[in-house]
């Protein structure tokens, strides 16, 4: 079964052809993040045109690439949320436009749910039921995947998200954005334990994540060094704040899997591409006797690719989406898209 896949929630536009949920035959993607960077951060109408401007060409620069036509295409998924609800609409409606002229299913896909399964591209042995850490610019969760679409939020962040913070930690230390690489970067060369930042802990809650007081202590040692006109520790910041952030999620992580016992842990999103979050999950899941899954960096972002292997796995499920389909700025994980 080949599914053309689309995806466009934040700044990247994707159009992906995969075949049985496992198999890439194409995945084109076109982001606007250099038009982004002069604001410091995503710019919802912006990202909206450009997905208008890029997103037929894509389809069939797919189509080209995997050397397919339009009348191999089985069904079309679609991220219809969580996202910038601009940018999701468009996809929705370029993808309701291609499967209706085709008269093929529409699947409706949770854009974190295609996160989860980009771990299904790079490890086709890997099956439900595991714990999977998904971190990126606007999420923070983990979750119990239960099966390929039966999913439970075990623990989430309280406030913000940890990409979120990444992004504006770096912008504020002159690093640029997006600041996740930038960042990783110069923490390399850095002292972990250059600064003592907040670690929370939240006993009504364990699993649950809190990054807000993290964000407003970084921001105060920046500040105040830029007050004092003091030199800034690029590396030392950088590194103590990966090093706090990382101990925030792994440790959660690994309970979660005692939890459920499942014994298998996956991280998946834009903040999964971390050196420090991927180094101390590897130390955690190797001396707790856990299996471990991570996409490559290249799956790590948003891509067309995770979206049609999910929409695989939602299409054996029985999932349809009508031409009222529509995008939602939010969504929780566990739902289906016509449950409220």
Partial sequence: MIILAVESSCDETAVALVQDGRKVLADCIASSVEMHKIYGGVVPEIASRK?????VQLAEQALKQAGRTRQDIDAVAVTYAPGLIGAVLVGVSFAKSVAYALGVPLI?????RGHIAANYIAHPSLEPPFVCLCVSGGTSLIVDVKGYTDMAILGGTRDDAAGECFDKIARVMGLGYPGGAPLDKAAQSGDDKAFSLPRVHIPEAPLDLSFSGLKTAMLNLIHKAQQKGEALPVSDLAASFSAAVSDELVPRTIAAAHQTGYGKVAVVGGVAANSRIRRDLEAACKEQGI???????KLCG???SMIGSQGYYEYLAGTRGGWDLNGYANR??????REE
């Fill in 302 to 304: 948003d891509n067309g």
């Fill in 51 to 55: 997905h208008i401007e890029v997103i």
């Fill in 291 to 297: 299996s471990l899954y991570m996409p490559p960096l």
């Fill in 108 to 112: 409706p896909v949770h854009h974190v």
């Fill in 332 to 337: 929780e994980i566990s739902l289906s898209w």
